[in-house]
């Protein structure tokens, strides 16, 4: 059987992909940031997943305003990665893994959730910045099922509906007959507003409360609409929905989670950067 080892929540910042392409991680502006990952590293190289699920927004380059699903699945055997417009590196191409896109996908249809499932798909930064992140030396040693969820165009997912389909993801993955190590990455946030009379709004406050609740409270931030989430952590911190995701996966492996590491740092470009990895007991 699969066996759930974790989950990760980290920021996708396009300008993260430009600082790792030009070497620039030991400046002092990105230090902090950079710093927060090492012991992550050390934790993967012992709990050694195969498969990432990977919840993320596309930001435009796969899906645009014409055409905007609520969630949809990757189902391809390959994901190309493309710059949606920040001049930022493509990464090489992932592998997919097409028997757990579909056990993803019959599993959430039979629960009644309306997904769209694509067999090719472009990934863009939110996918990708991520992977790079966790696995900066390339060549990457997992496979991935990409899971996206509207954060750009509304209307957008409630939050306990997200929770509803972190959970049923979570269920999918530990019912998957393979013997495959899974981890649950979520990519987005926190806090940022990249545009309007807003722009530059960043709440440590929340971001701190949120990241606690996903130890202490997981279903914390399923109280808020998201136009509450909106004015609390900026039009794009609503990103904060793939983490809640994420935290709702986990649950299929038991009710608690133990903290691997976390950082917190704000901040980068206009956005208040968070990492969070968390094992599974
Ligand atoms: C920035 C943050 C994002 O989440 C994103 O998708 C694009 C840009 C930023 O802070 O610059
Ligand atoms: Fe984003």
Request: aromatic share 10%; charged share 15%; glycine share 8%.
């Amino acid at each position: 059987m699969a066996k759930i080892i974790g989950g990760i929540g980290t920021s996708h910042i396009p300008a993260i992909g430009n600082a790792i392409h030009k070497g620039l991680q030991a400046e002092p502006y990105w230090k902090p940031f950079f710093d927060g990952y090492p012991p992550v590293h050390d934790w993967l190289a012992t709990a050694r997943p195969d498969v990432v699920v990977m919840f993320y927004n596309d930001h435009g380059l796969n899906f645009f305003l014409d055409k905007m699903p609520t969630f949809a699945v990757g189902a391809a055997a390959q994901y190309a990665s493309a710059d949606e417009g920040w001049g930022i590196p493509a990464q090489p191409p992932v592998g997919g893994e097409p028997a757990l896109s579909w056990q993803l996908i019959n599993t959430l249809v039979d629960l009644e959730f309306d997904i769209v499932s694509c067999q090719e798909m472009l990934v863009d930064h939110a996918c990708t910045l991520p992977l790079k992140l966790l696995w900066p030396q390339g060549d990457w040693p997992v496979t991935i099922v990409p899971v996206c969820i509207n954060t750009v165009q509304f209307p957008l997912p409630k939050a306990s509906r997200v929770y509803a389909l972190g959970k049923a993801v979570g269920e999918a993955v530990a019912a998957w007959g393979e013997d495959q190590r899974v981890l649950f990455v979520a990519s987005g946030g926190l806090s940022h507003q990249l545009d309007g009379t807003r722009a530059g709004h960043i709440n440590k406050r929340f971001d701190l409360q949120f990241m606690d609740s996903l130890l202490t409270n997981p279903e914390w931030a399923t109280q808020f609409s998201v136009h509450e989430i909106v004015e609390k952590a900026g039009t794009q911190g609503v990103e904060l929905l793939m983490w809640l995701a994420m935290r709702a996966a986990l649950t299929a492996a038991g009710p608690s989670v133990r903290k691997v590491h976390s950082n917190y740092h704000l901040p980068i470009s206009n956005t208040a950067t968070a990492l969070l990895a968390l094992e599974t007991a």
